[in-house]
């Protein structure tokens, strides 16, 4: 029963990777998770950002875990800008991200 789940967690992690081939940059994780939420489950969040916290740290700004999860606590206080959330979710669109909610049975 989890083999689903972990098989849409890791092709949710490559098109992260497809999405920023360089790393999520700071000023994305907010706008990135929010969109993140509408489809996945909070431990589903919490094991991306372990995993994007593990590939930052080849980049020139590392993030760590416990930032992200910072980040996602934060987040419910505050909210993207519409620039950032239309950056992306063009990024996330462009490498085939789901954006559009399923419609309501």
Not at 9 to 25: C, I, Q
């Amino acid at each position: 029963m989890g083999e689903p789940s972990s098989n849409f967690l890791t092709r949710t992690v490559e098109w992260l990777r497809a999405g920023y081939p360089s790393g999520v940059p700071r000023q994305d994780y907010v706008a990135l998770l929010g969109l993140l939420r509408r489809k996945l489950t909070d431990d589903e969040i919490h094991r991306i950002a372990r995993a994007l916290a593990g590939e930052s740290q080849r980049t020139a700004d590392p993030v760590s875990t416990a930032d992200i999860e910072s980040m996602i606590n934060d987040s419910v206080l505050q909210t993207a800008s519409a620039e950032d959330v239309a950056r992306v979710s063009a990024r996330l669109a462009a490498v085939g991200w789901p954006l559009a909610d399923p419609p309501a049975d």
